[in-house]
């Protein structure tokens, strides 16, 4: 039996989820401030109602960005203490990917344009494809690099235009600023999703199977406006 646990703190809300061989369970609270102070017990009771402890654990996993930089760090630095005490592997898993796996699984949209909202006027977006393979796994493939840019700057190329995006995120406060390509490909808009832990461990269990975890020194969060974060 493969056992993962993934968390996320890279919004307001915070979450954790543990998968078991393809069942998965999952807390999440919203708790602006506080994931240092809610993570672990959430971590605690995720285990202790599957009758697991973190030595049944083969992996972790952790949503490593792009979001709020503190809330990366914090989920970036939970999972490498604890890999580090089990020695167990670590995946990180995008933000911006579980959003469109979400995205998916509510609306069964295949072509998914996560938004952000990254502050300073910006987003942090991508665009990705979500398709079921023959054996039945749902895969989330990117058709546009992750970014961050002004919504203005947003651009779909033209072989994409064609098809029905489903647009998700915090991002989409700026929906007016976009393109006028980019908002006559918009099919149906969802503001409200945050990025999820639920779908994160679903990714991180495709990326464990594929052989792509790796070792605990290597948890870095991922903030795409690197230049800010030095500051």
Same mark, same amino acid.
């Given at each position: 039996?493969t056992? /993962?646990?993934?968390? $996320?703190?890279?919004?307001?809300a ?6 078991? $061989?393809?069942v ?5 609270c919203?708790? +602006? ?13 995720? @285990?202790?109602?599957? &009758? /697991?402890?973190?030595?049944?654990? $083969?992996? @972790? ?13 914090i989920a ?32 069964h949209?295949?072509?998914?344009l +996560?938004m *952000? &909202?990254?502050r300073?006027?910006? /987003?942090? =977006?991508?665009?990705?494809r979500?398709? =079921?393979?023959? $054996? !039945?796994?749902?895969?989330?493939? %990117?058709?546009?690099p992750e970014?961050?840019?002004a +919504?203005?700057?947003?651009e /779909? ?8 995006? *489903?647009?998700? !995120?915090?991002?989409?406060v700026?929906h007016?600023? *976009?393109? %006028?390509?980019?908002?006559?490909? @918009? ?5 409200e999703? %945050?990025p ?27 903030? *795409? ?6 500051r």
């Open positions: 039996m056992t /993962l646990l993934a968390i $996320d703190a890279s919004s307001s915070c979450s954790v989820a543990l998968w078991q $061989d393809g998965v369970t999952a807390e999440r919203e708790a +602006p401030r506080q994931h240092t102070q809610r993570m672990m017990p959430m971590i605690e009771t995720l @285990l202790a109602a599957a &009758d /697991l402890t973190l030595n049944d654990l $083969d992996a @972790l996993a952790y949503g490593h960005g792009p979001g709020s930089f503190t809330g990366l760090r970036a630095g939970t999972i490498q203490g604890l890999a580090f005490g089990l020695d167990v592997p670590v995946i990180g898993v995008s933000t911006l990917a579980a959003l469109s796996l979400q995205a998916h699984r509510l609306h949209a295949r072509f998914v +996560p *952000l &909202d990254a300073m006027g910006e /987003l942090y =977006t991508g665009a990705y979500v398709v =079921t393979r023959a $054996d !039945g796994e749902i895969a989330v493939e %990117q058709v546009l970014q961050v840019c +919504p203005g700057l947003l /779909l190329p033209v072989a994409l235009r064609e098809h029905d995006w *489903l647009a998700v !995120g915090s991002g989409l700026m007016d600023e *976009l393109p %006028q390509s980019v908002r006559a490909s @918009l099919a149906l808009q969802l503001p999703p %945050q999820d832990a639920e779908a994160m461990v679903m990714l991180a269990a495709q990326a464990y199977a594929r052989g792509e975890a790796v070792s605990a020194v290597e948890a870095q969060p991922v903030y *795409l406006r690197n230049e800010v974060a030095w």
